[in-house]
């Protein structure tokens, strides 16, 4: 059976093994038949057809997916010379003795909120098998489809999952690297007060500096919000940085760094333009300023970044009001530019979901899903490509 996933799914992308002609790019999405999917491309070849993960009726067909790299440890054997004179030959090797030595793996991991309420997990290891989904807490723990988050708090020491209550309120479940697949995961622990998002809100999270992890959104209030770790210490927040009534509640929102030291939230406010707020350093928030003309896209769109060509170039992508890829720009702290239309218009619903991943070193994709699961992409400084159908 092919996998359809419905107009304005959601998808998360990641890089699952490197490759001589360049890593692994894999494309997660949860289909009509509400079960987890798969589908990849190696280095600058051609998409392969999806593959399913999961067990259909899991899911919300479109909800959102996370993906992340979880850094496991695993104690393997190796070998090493013992003492003079000592006789280590169980194992045909005179004058070595086993020790257990720590290895380091990357493990993959995808997340979702289950028609149930819990939140799952699949896992796989270099070029193995897929294992799971397996529910990592209880039934009725978020709502069903709500938006996760997967995001390092303190560098690959620790993998937290973020999402919003059935109450509006933040909550992280965590992991450190001494388990594998749906083990040694801790939480639900509700890190903010009630109300303080729409229950499942959309919501970014991103490092501020290299010790401090934001979780961004636009509020019950319709104000910018942000809550924050630093290290492994206490979560704060959130705080308002804006002011209130700006944008819907739990609007769809993104962040990338921007510069050196800039770190930028983008969001489309109640007329229709993107807006960006900035922070630098661990300074002061500042802005929001619209960077586009009024209804450009939907109050609340959702949003993606990327960076296309080098770290100097950042782009912000969405489906604007006439369901055409739209992109914004702006090269290192300069004027923003844009909005420029890609492809077609029509080709997904205004202000669908959207994602953004290299697929080479030189190549930035970014997908959307209409009828058809499309793919956009550049090469460096050049135009924009596509779109183009991937395989069912």
């Not at 707020?277 to 450009?296: D, L």
């Given at each position: 059976m092919p996998a359809k996933a419905l107009p304005g799914a959601h998808i998360a992308l990641l890089q699952q093994t490197l490759h001589p002609t360049g890593g692994q790019l894999d494309q997660f999405f949860i289909a009509e038949d509400g079960a987890l999917w798969v589908a990849w491309v190696i280095g600058g070849g051609q998409w392969q057809p999806p593959h399913r993960?999961?067990?259909?009726?899991?899911?919300?067909?479109?909800?959102?997916?996370?993906?992340?790299?979880?850094?496991?440890?695993?104690?393997?054997?190796?070998?090493?010379?013992?003492?003079?004179g000592d006789a280590h030959d169980t194992d045909g090797k005179d004058g070595y003795e086993i020790v257990p030595v720590e290895e380091f793996f990357p493990e993959i991991n995808v997340f979702f909120v289950g028609h149930n309420g819990a939140v799952y997990v699949a896992w796989v290891q270099g070029s193995g098998l897929w294992q799971g989904p397996v529910a990592i807490s209880e039934p009725g723990t978020a709502p069903p489809g709500a938006h996760i988050k997967a995001a390092h708090q303190l560098s690959e020491v620790q993998l937290d999952v973020l999402f919003f209550g059935n109450q509006g309120e933040l909550n992280v479940m965590w992991a450190s690297g001494d388990k594998v697949g749906a083990d040694g995961w801790h939480g639900p622990a509700a890190v903010s007060p009630k109300d303080v998002n729409l229950p499942g809100g959309a919501f970014a999270a991103i490092m501020q500096g290299e010790h401090q992890l934001d979780v961004v959104f636009i509020g019950t209030n319709e104000g910018l919000q942000v809550s924050w770790v630093v290290g492994m210490g206490a979560w704060q927040g959130p705080v308002t940085v804006s002011n209130t009534r700006i944008?819907?509640?739990?609007?769809?929102?993104?962040?990338?760094?921007?510069?050196?030291?800039?770190?930028?939230?983008?969001?489309?406010?109640?007329?229709?333009?993107?807006?960006?707020?900035?922070?630098?350093?661990?300074?002061?928030?500042?802005?929001?300023?619209?960077?586009?003309?009024?209804?450009?896209?939907?109050?609340?769109?959702?949003?993606?970044?990327?960076?296309?060509?080098?770290?100097?170039?950042?782009?912000?992508?969405?489906?604007?009001?006439?369901?055409?890829?739209h992109v914004s720009w702006v090269e290192g702290l300069g004027t923003w530019q844009g909005p420029v239309g890609l492809g077609p218009s029509g080709i997904a619903p205004a202000g669908a979901p959207l994602a953004t991943f290299p697929q080479t070193n030189t190549q930035l994709n970014a997908f959307c899903v209409g009828q058809d699961r499309f793919v956009y992409w550049v090469v460096n400084a050049g135009v924009w490509q596509g779109p183009v159908a991937l395989p069912d």
């Open positions: 993960i999961s067990e259909p009726r899991l899911a919300p067909p479109g909800a959102p997916v996370a993906a992340a790299v979880r850094r496991t440890t695993v104690i393997v054997p190796s070998y090493e010379r013992g003492e003079a944008a819907p509640a739990g609007a769809g929102i993104a962040a990338a760094g921007q510069g050196p030291n800039q770190l930028s939230a983008f969001f489309v406010d109640h007329q229709g333009a993107l807006n960006v707020s900035w922070v630098v350093g661990g300074g002061i928030w500042q802005g929001p300023v619209a960077i586009t003309p009024r209804e450009t896209a939907p109050a609340g769109a959702a949003l993606a970044t990327g960076y296309q060509g080098s770290p100097n170039q950042l782009d912000v992508l969405y489906v604007g009001s006439n369901q055409q890829l």
